[in-house]
Nanobody, 116 residues
């Protein structure tokens, strides 16, 4: 059973930085892609940043230039570094993975709150 465990959420002031990490129970090479999604209260879950197994990345327009997704193959982790945080970045952030059979896996979510 695949498990994704997020860590690193918390409270930060506008303009601050926060890093999230997602630890997978197996090799991240077993996944076709890994992503970070977020869901704010009353809104739909949206893709924030993603990583394909080939190494290409994509970002939501709202976070380009501020967020960076990265991975550590040896530790089977995917991280999201968030800089210049805004109030509208407040959400529950979820780690997502899709394997080569197109099965989807989700972490439990971690709360990020941007507030002064």
């Amino acid at each position: 059973q695949v498990q994704l465990v997020e860590s690193g959420g918390g409270l930060v002031q506008p303009g601050g930085s926060l890093g999230l990490s997602c630890a997978a129970s197996g090799s991240i090479f077993s996944f076709k892609r890994m992503d970070w999604y977020r869901q704010a209260p009353g809104k739909e879950r949206e893709l924030v940043a993603g990583f394909t197994s080939g190494g290409s990345t994509n970002y939501a327009d709202s976070v380009k230039g501020r967020f960076t997704i990265s991975r550590d193959n040896a530790k089977n982790t995917v991280s999201l570094q968030m800089n210049s945080l805004k109030l509208e970045d407040t959400a529950v952030y979820y780690c997502h993975a899709m394997d080569w059979r197109f099965a989807n896996y989700w972490g439990q979510g971690t709360q990020v709150t941007v507030s002064s």
